[in-house]
């Protein structure tokens, strides 16, 4: 059998022995997803197939599960520590081992049966594992259900239409121009299905609901990693195996339309959050938006800034996460107005938050940077098509300094700033914990540094014919005159007398006031913003829900059974 | 190698920036001073300061996070440095050549030095260093808008988002500053420009009189003296980026360009009032936005 093969089986005999050995199912897991990791290692060779599953890799999903496979293992060694009280231990690990299994084969197949398989397969999975959290994650796990499982019932629909367009169940055979009424339908189908899974507005409202409810390595690893990586991995493959996507046409301005929305609405969700792993669960939404922008360019440029988008984002929001749940650890709440100054408590965990933050804002030289970079490339040439572009453009640009904004928030209101009760007695957290996101946020620095030599050469350049790239970043230079840059101010703190620093309290005004009195919690940063006069009303508006979907769609299904009821009733009255 | 180094620290980089810069902000306090009738420093009062400063004791605050509050001043340094030598350095490539990043890499290297403010503020510990951070980093969401849309007016003029090709446009074609559109997207770019050196009317992240000098008001000593020297350097690197992008690059004309960009700028701080955080919010999202959208459709239909 091919390795192919393996990485799809190997993880679910290990789920499955994890369940009759439930003493031993970490380590089990630890293997398999250690396997898994290799395995996507020697898959980088080339192009690989196995027919059972009509499964073929090449560069794009194989560095897809390279990262997937990656993010499993630290998301596992990552769960030894911070799981060790929940009840279901074995089934926890079995179910992330499933949904490991599940994205290989999402990932790699070719084929729609095959995919609507696996795809089932991993909401399945997430269902399970959302189940495992708390109190509040049967309400959670049910929304994310069914969300996903319309979704997935309409996108069914797509490919059928597909099917009785082309004749053609596979990837890569039809070339489909979205120009008549029926190709419109099918590809808006299928692209609900990704869109639901990636977190896409308006069904996007499922991800801070399982925030609220499921394990925190549990959104580490699905929402924010692989169902992020196969949904728009999938958005991909539609716009560019199945439709043509051109610059300019409806297609393309729907793509490019629902990713703005998306951008802004999640990035102002995030803006106003009290809670640390909502806000971050709103990035997850607003992030995709990028990705979708980019695809929906129908550029080169574009279309590799969104793959690139797609790796970088897993890295730097399982980081966040994994520190997220960190903090939640030792201080035993996620609200950000009970948090403040673990800086100096847990450095290790703050390092990584802040690289992560930094690079998901797109600071440069960090990975996100270039990412985002590429994409404004492809809006700007997409300028050539699209007489909307500046909208896009800077819906993007300004996406980026919103979320810059809230991480500032976040960064401010855990780390930095005063502390508070909670977290005066915090420590750092061990190594289990500390690690993964350290590592990945290593990874962040790696990716935005060797862009160019590393991430793009391997898993996204492959797939382009030509890429043109109208910009000029030298990541390299620019990062040795930085340190050049941090080198000299050194020298000027050296010829000061850094050395002999003393320590005093902070000073507000001379006054020895009880610090609770006038603390800033970062936690109403932006109420400024919020009361701004149109912004205000759009905050007022998206607080009663109106752009979820689901809550939408619930409410209307109410009211139809409360007529329902009322006509039962007045018949019954009648008699 | 050689070359690098020494264009990186002597000239255009940090020696030569460090000294343009803290010259202009001596023009800055000069010019104030005589507008209130005051005599004003010496040239030299500027390095002497920085002298003074160096000398003094550096003080971290209590329980702050101290490697990210004595960091931060350096990594705007850094940025700052960077956007200089790379903007100077255009000069010295072939025609239509661009080193290191384009315009939007400018744009958010730009960003590094209120980004030291904020995080270096927020590690300070302090109330008021907080809320100064806080609008610092609200400042930013406000001047950003117009900002993108300003840089987008040139992109779209000159079809290109090197700065080579910037520059290569405004000399086979007349600066951008002689049309309606680029002088409605100069006008909002000299205004987000006033924003990011912190002058009046948007100071608000410091406001001495509010928030006792809000995101450094816990700094001293070396740390201090970095941050007044990324202020001044940028007091040359932002009207020079205004001069590369809009008065069609560095020629034997620039002392003039910049000095007039400066006069701008130091007109504009003595002329007006504090603004408040909402009110600056609403003065870009509002009218700045407006001049810089109706320059981008002047760019559309071609003036």
């Given at each position: 059998m091919p390795l192919l093969a393996y990485i799809i089986i190997v993880p679910?005999?290990?789920?499955?022995?994890?369940?009759?050995?439930?003493?031993?199912?970490?380590a089990l897991a630890l293997a398999a997803a250690f396997f898994a990791l290799v395995a996507g290692c020697l898959l980088m060779g080339g192009r690989q197939a196995w027919p059972a599953f009509s499964l073929l890799a090449y560069s794009l999903n194989s560095g897809a599960y390279l990262i997937a496979a990656l993010i499993t293992l630290l998301t596992v060694i990552y769960s030894l520590k911070y799981l060790t009280q929940l009840k279901r231990l074995g089934e926890y690990y079995a179910y992330l081992l499933l949904a490991l299994a599940a994205t290989a084969g999402a990932l790699f197949t070719n084929e729609f049966l095959f995919l609507f398989?696996?795809?089932?397969?991993?909401?399945l999975a997430l269902y399970l594992l959302i189940g495992t959290g708390g109190e509040r994650a049967p309400a959670a796990a049910q929304k994310t259900l069914i969300i996903l499982g319309g979704?997935?019932?309409?996108?069914?629909?797509?490919?059928?239409?597909v099917w009785s367009l082309t004749g053609s169940m596979e990837f890569g055979g039809t070339a489909l121009p979205v120009n008549t009424p029926l190709t419109l339908a099918a590809f808006l189908l299928l692209l609900t299905g990704a869109f639901a899974k990636a977190g896409v507005m308006p069904l996007h409202s499922w991800i801070p609901a399982a925030a609220e409810g499921a394990p925190t390595p549990v959104m580490a690893l699905l929402p924010a990693a692989l169902d992020k990586l196969v949904g728009v991995y999938l958005i991909a493959r539609i716009s560019l195996d199945i439709f043509m996507i051109q610059p300019g046409s409806l297609a393309s301005l729907i793509l490019l339309a629902l990713g703005s929305f998306t951008i802004m609405a999640g990035v102002l969700g995030a803006l106003l959050q009290h809670d640390l792993k909502k806000l971050l669960s709103f990035h997850a939404v607003s992030q995709v938006g990028y990705m979708v922008v980019g695809i929906g360019t129908g550029l080169p440029v574009g279309l590799a800034g969104a793959l690139f988008h797609l790796f970088n984002n897993a890295i730097y929001k399982s980081?966040?996460?994994?520190?997220a749940?960190?903090?939640e650890h030792r201080t035993g709440t996620t609200e950000l107005k009970k948090l403040g100054g673990l800086a100096g408590k847990m450095p290790l965990t703050f390092a990584a938050a802040l690289i992560a933050a930094l690079a998901i804002s797109g600071v440069p030289p960090l990975n996100g940077f270039v990412s985002k970079w590429l994409i404004y490339q492809g809006l700007i040439e997409v300028g050539q098509f699209d007489r909307f572009w500046l909208v896009w453009l800077t819906a993007a640009m300004l996406g980026s300094a919103f979320t810059l904004a809230s991480f500032v928030k976040l960064l401010h209101a855990a780390f930095l700033g005063q502390w508070s009760e909670n977290t005066a007695k915090a420590r750092e957290v061990s190594w289990p914990m500390w690690f993964p996101p350290l590592f990945l946020a290593g990874l962040c620095v790696v990716f935005g540094l060797f862009a160019y030599q590393l991430p793009l050469r391997y898993f996204i350049l492959p797939v382009f014919i030509r890429l043109v790239v109208p910009g000029v970043w030298d990541p390299g230079l620019a990062t040795i005159m930085l340190f050049g840059g941090l080198l000299l101010g050194l020298l000027l703190y050296l010829l000061g007398n850094v050395r002999q620093t003393v320590t005093r309290p902070a000073f507000y005004g001379g006054e020895e006031l009880p610090e609770e009195t006038i603390k800033v919690t970062g936690d109403d940063f932006y109420d400024t913003v919020k009361r701004l006069a149109p912004l205000g009303l759009i905050f007022r508006v998206a607080e009663r829900k109106v752009f979820d979907l689901y809550e939408q769609l619930k409410l209307a299904l109410d009211s139809l059974a409360d007529l329902a009821s009322r006509i039962e009733g007045a018949i019954w009255r009648s008699f | 190698m050689l070359s690098l180094l020494f264009s990186y620290l002597i000239f255009p980089g940090f020696l030569f920036l460090a000294?343009?810069?803290?010259?202009?902000t001596w023009v800055d306090r000069k010019v104030t001073a005589r507008l209130q009738y005051r005599v004003g420093p010496p040239w030299f009062?500027?390095?002497?300061?920085?002298?003074?400063l160096l000398g003094k004791q550096t003080i971290v605050p209590e329980g702050g996070a101290k490697s990210v509050f004595l960091g931060a001043p350096l990594v705007g340094l850094a940025g700052a440095i960077l956007v200089g030598t790379l903007l100077w350095s255009i000069n010295a490539q072939p025609v239509g050549r661009t080193f290191v990043g384009d315009l939007i890499v400018v744009m958010y290297l730009l960003m590094l030095p209120s980004l030291a403010l904020i995080i270096g503020g927020s590690a300070s510990r302090n109330p008021l260093a907080a809320i100064g951070a806080s609008r610092e980093m609200k400042l930013i969401l406000a001047y950003e808008l117009p900002f993108i849309i300003s840089a987008a007016t040139v992109i779209y003029r000159a079809r290109s988002l090197q700065f080579g090709g910037i520059v290569a446009w405004q000399l086979a074609n007349g600066p951008f500053l002689w049309s309606l559109s680029g002088l409605c997207a100069f006008l909002a770019a000299l205004l987000v420009v006033q924003a990011k050196l912190g002058a009046v009317p948007f100071d608000l992240a410091e406001a001495e009189q509010e928030i006792a000098a809000g995101a450094i008001i816990e700094y001293s000593g070396p740390a201090l003296a970095a941050i007044r020297l990324t202020r001044a350097i940028l007091y040359f690197v932002l009207p020079l980026f205004l001069t590369v992008v809009w008065l069609g690059g560095i020629d034997a004309w620039f002392p003039l360009k910049y000095l007039g960009i400066l006069t701008l700028v130091i007109l504009i701080k003595n002329t007006n009032p504090r603004l408040r955080i909402d009110h600056a919010l609403r003065f870009f999202w509002g009218p700045v936005t407006l001049v810089a959208v109706a320059g981008f459709i002047l760019a559309v239909l071609g003036k």
């Amino acid at each position: 059998m091919p390795l192919l093969a393996y990485i799809i089986i190997v993880p679910l005999i290990a789920a499955g022995l994890g369940l009759i050995f439930r003493r031993a199912a970490g380590a089990l897991a630890l293997a398999a997803a250690f396997f898994a990791l290799v395995a996507g290692c020697l898959l980088m060779g080339g192009r690989q197939a196995w027919p059972a599953f009509s499964l073929l890799a090449y560069s794009l999903n194989s560095g897809a599960y390279l990262i997937a496979a990656l993010i499993t293992l630290l998301t596992v060694i990552y769960s030894l520590k911070y799981l060790t009280q929940l009840k279901r231990l074995g089934e926890y690990y079995a179910y992330l081992l499933l949904a490991l299994a599940a994205t290989a084969g999402a990932l790699f197949t070719n084929e729609f049966l095959f995919l609507f398989l696996f795809w089932g397969l991993m909401g399945l999975a997430l269902y399970l594992l959302i189940g495992t959290g708390g109190e509040r994650a049967p309400a959670a796990a049910q929304k994310t259900l069914i969300i996903l499982g319309g979704s997935d019932l309409l996108m069914a629909l797509g490919a059928g239409l597909v099917w009785s367009l082309t004749g053609s169940m596979e990837f890569g055979g039809t070339a489909l121009p979205v120009n008549t009424p029926l190709t419109l339908a099918a590809f808006l189908l299928l692209l609900t299905g990704a869109f639901a899974k990636a977190g896409v507005m308006p069904l996007h409202s499922w991800i801070p609901a399982a925030a609220e409810g499921a394990p925190t390595p549990v959104m580490a690893l699905l929402p924010a990693a692989l169902d992020k990586l196969v949904g728009v991995y999938l958005i991909a493959r539609i716009s560019l195996d199945i439709f043509m996507i051109q610059p300019g046409s409806l297609a393309s301005l729907i793509l490019l339309a629902l990713g703005s929305f998306t951008i802004m609405a999640g990035v102002l969700g995030a803006l106003l959050q009290h809670d640390l792993k909502k806000l971050l669960s709103f990035h997850a939404v607003s992030q995709v938006g990028y990705m979708v922008v980019g695809i929906g360019t129908g550029l080169p440029v574009g279309l590799a800034g969104a793959l690139f988008h797609l790796f970088n984002n897993a890295i730097y929001k399982s980081a966040l996460f994994f520190c997220a749940g960190s903090i939640e650890h030792r201080t035993g709440t996620t609200e950000l107005k009970k948090l403040g100054g673990l800086a100096g408590k847990m450095p290790l965990t703050f390092a990584a938050a802040l690289i992560a933050a930094l690079a998901i804002s797109g600071v440069p030289p960090l990975n996100g940077f270039v990412s985002k970079w590429l994409i404004y490339q492809g809006l700007i040439e997409v300028g050539q098509f699209d007489r909307f572009w500046l909208v896009w453009l800077t819906a993007a640009m300004l996406g980026s300094a919103f979320t810059l904004a809230s991480f500032v928030k976040l960064l401010h209101a855990a780390f930095l700033g005063q502390w508070s009760e909670n977290t005066a007695k915090a420590r750092e957290v061990s190594w289990p914990m500390w690690f993964p996101p350290l590592f990945l946020a290593g990874l962040c620095v790696v990716f935005g540094l060797f862009a160019y030599q590393l991430p793009l050469r391997y898993f996204i350049l492959p797939v382009f014919i030509r890429l043109v790239v109208p910009g000029v970043w030298d990541p390299g230079l620019a990062t040795i005159m930085l340190f050049g840059g941090l080198l000299l101010g050194l020298l000027l703190y050296l010829l000061g007398n850094v050395r002999q620093t003393v320590t005093r309290p902070a000073f507000y005004g001379g006054e020895e006031l009880p610090e609770e009195t006038i603390k800033v919690t970062g936690d109403d940063f932006y109420d400024t913003v919020k009361r701004l006069a149109p912004l205000g009303l759009i905050f007022r508006v998206a607080e009663r829900k109106v752009f979820d979907l689901y809550e939408q769609l619930k409410l209307a299904l109410d009211s139809l059974a409360d007529l329902a009821s009322r006509i039962e009733g007045a018949i019954w009255r009648s008699f | 190698m050689l070359s690098l180094l020494f264009s990186y620290l002597i000239f255009p980089g940090f020696l030569f920036l460090a000294v343009v810069g803290l010259l202009a902000t001596w023009v800055d306090r000069k010019v104030t001073a005589r507008l209130q009738y005051r005599v004003g420093p010496p040239w030299f009062q500027p390095f002497a300061d920085l002298a003074k400063l160096l000398g003094k004791q550096t003080i971290v605050p209590e329980g702050g996070a101290k490697s990210v509050f004595l960091g931060a001043p350096l990594v705007g340094l850094a940025g700052a440095i960077l956007v200089g030598t790379l903007l100077w350095s255009i000069n010295a490539q072939p025609v239509g050549r661009t080193f290191v990043g384009d315009l939007i890499v400018v744009m958010y290297l730009l960003m590094l030095p209120s980004l030291a403010l904020i995080i270096g503020g927020s590690a300070s510990r302090n109330p008021l260093a907080a809320i100064g951070a806080s609008r610092e980093m609200k400042l930013i969401l406000a001047y950003e808008l117009p900002f993108i849309i300003s840089a987008a007016t040139v992109i779209y003029r000159a079809r290109s988002l090197q700065f080579g090709g910037i520059v290569a446009w405004q000399l086979a074609n007349g600066p951008f500053l002689w049309s309606l559109s680029g002088l409605c997207a100069f006008l909002a770019a000299l205004l987000v420009v006033q924003a990011k050196l912190g002058a009046v009317p948007f100071d608000l992240a410091e406001a001495e009189q509010e928030i006792a000098a809000g995101a450094i008001i816990e700094y001293s000593g070396p740390a201090l003296a970095a941050i007044r020297l990324t202020r001044a350097i940028l007091y040359f690197v932002l009207p020079l980026f205004l001069t590369v992008v809009w008065l069609g690059g560095i020629d034997a004309w620039f002392p003039l360009k910049y000095l007039g960009i400066l006069t701008l700028v130091i007109l504009i701080k003595n002329t007006n009032p504090r603004l408040r955080i909402d009110h600056a919010l609403r003065f870009f999202w509002g009218p700045v936005t407006l001049v810089a959208v109706a320059g981008f459709i002047l760019a559309v239909l071609g003036k």
